[in-house]
């Protein structure tokens, strides 16, 4: 059973930083693109970055470029989401999700991203 | 960048047809992917490829995508489909996916 369990959210103040991570089970976690989608309270879902199963290739969605960071370890069957300069914008469950191709098929349950001073 | 643009609400009676649209630029020249989300959960994808069902997506969820409109068709509409759908695509231009706004769909 594919599971993905994200852990590292919490409450932020403005500018500061935070990291995410995502323990993925089940799967062969190095054969997939992974994937951070984000849902503000009451809105919509936001795709926020994804890499490639070598870490060799990353894209991101131009609100986070040059203030996140996505990366993985296959050894752990890991993923992670670095956040600097966190803004009031950035609040929101951050999902972990497998990509294949470019749809999302397994997500996580998500964990709250709070920027508030 | 590329838009998708999908209704805020649909509202069906329990028993018929439920059509979703999501609208964006030559879309039918592009992959669409559907997500359902339950009142907090976390989305679960209930079409890939147009109108390709992930196994045990029953058959009435099927989807089609032409023009300028994909469409997400939901039959025999039940109470436990009442949610939130969201369409999405991969944006080649600018490397980047793109989700609609959702759709809430009520079952009356």
């Known amino acids: 059973e594919v599971q993905l369990v994200e852990s590292g959210g919490g409450l932020v103040q403005p500018g500061g930083s935070l990291r995410l991570s995502c323990a993925a089970s089940?799967?062969?976690?190095?054969?997939?693109?992974m994937s951070w989608v984000r849902q503000a309270p009451g809105k919509g879902l936001e795709w926020v970055a994804n890499?490639?199963?070598?870490?060799?290739?990353?894209y991101y969605v131009d609100s986070v470029k040059g203030r996140f960071t996505i990366s993985r370890d296959n050894a752990k069957n890991s993923l992670y989401l670095q956040m600097n300069s966190l803004r009031a914008e950035d609040t929101a469950v951050y999902y972990c999700?497998?990509?294949?191709?470019?749809?999302?098929?397994?997500w996580g349950q998500g964990t709250l991203v709070t920027v508030s001073s | 960048s590329y838009v998708l643009t999908q209704p805020p609400s649909v509202s069906v009676a329990p028993g018929k047809t439920a059509r979703i649209t999501c609208g964006g630029n030559?879309?039918?020249?592009?992959?669409v992917h559907w997500y359902q989300q339950k009142p907090g959960q976390a989305p679960v994808l209930v079409i890939y490829?147009?109108?390709d069902r992930p196994s045990g997506i029953p058959e009435r969820f099927s989807g089609s995508n032409s023009g300028n409109t994909a469409t997400l068709t939901i039959s025999r509409v039940e109470a436990g489909d009442e949610a939130d759908y969201y369409c999405?695509?991969?944006?080649?231009?600018?490397?980047?996916?793109?989700f609609g706004g959702g759709t809430k769909l009520t079952v009356l």
């Open positions: 030559n879309i039918g020249s592009k992959s």
């Open positions: 999700g497998t990509t294949s191709d470019d749809y999302f098929d397994y």
């Open positions: 089940g799967f062969t976690f190095s054969s997939y693109w």
């Open positions: 999405q695509v991969w944006d080649s231009s600018s490397d980047q996916e793109v």
């Open positions: 490829y147009d109108s």
């Open positions: 890499i490639k199963q070598d870490g060799s290739e990353k």
